[in-house]
């Protein structure tokens, strides 16, 4: 969002790389977090895929074109459908008051992304498991190869930089597409 923002001129560069820190820090914190969870469970989990999948993304079916088009396709649709709801907010006023306007949907736009986000999971996140963030993937990624799990096995570098790399093209294009159709 803040990248596709940014690359159409809607988000000032100048603050991407502390939005991107304060993305991956907090990202990482909720990783850890995650690690603290699930402490009891790490020694008796047997399978490495499933320790990496309680922090990061990965394929159901390996193919880097595929799986790049899917992030790129979900992360595009869930930055439109964000500009979109966020362009349908209405201010209501009473007639002759002042300064009573409030903003009528405002309040139901974290649902309504909550529910887009897991419309995006249901129809497309099958095949990659849908990071369309790339903080949600990276810092975790990050946290995995760092924290002490038992029998973790690898982190999965090798496919780690589609969830980075596609999310990013795909809010270039959600965001290009949104302003370019005049919304």
């Known amino acids: 969002m803040t990248i596709g ?14 939005y991107l820190v304060a993305q991956l820090v907090g990202a990482f914190a909720g990783a850890i ?8 469970h790490w020694k008796v989990t047997a399978d490495p895929g499933l320790k990496l999948a309680a922090f990061a993304t990965g394929p159901a079916i390996r193919n880097p074109g595929s799986n790049f088009i899917g992030e ?10 964000i500009l979109a709801i966020a362009a349908n907010a209405q201010t209501l006023s009473k007639p002759g008051d002042v300064d009573l306007s409030f903003v009528f949907s405002r309040g139901l736009m974290p649902l309504l992304v909550g529910v887009l986000v897991l419309g995006i999971g249901l129809s497309l996140g099958g095949t990659t498991g849908y990071a369309i963030n790339p903080a949600r993937d990276l810092a ?14 690898t982190s999965d570098w090798e496919y780690g930089w589609i969830p980075v790399v596609a999310p990013i093209v795909g809010g270039i294009l959600g965001a290009g597409a949104y302003f370019l159709i005049g919304f």
């Not at 923002?5 to 502390?18: D, E």
């Not at 975790?140 to 096995?153: E, M, Q, V």
């Open 5 to 18: 923002l940014a690359s159409i001129g809607s988000f000032p560069w100048s603050q991407v790389p502390g």
């Open 140 to 153: 975790p990624r990050l946290a995995h190869a760092i924290l002490p799990i038992p029998g973790k096995g």
């Open 72 to 81: 790129v396709i979900g992360t595009a649709v869930l930055v439109f459908g």
């Open 33 to 40: 977090l995650v690690w603290l969870m699930y402490l009891p």
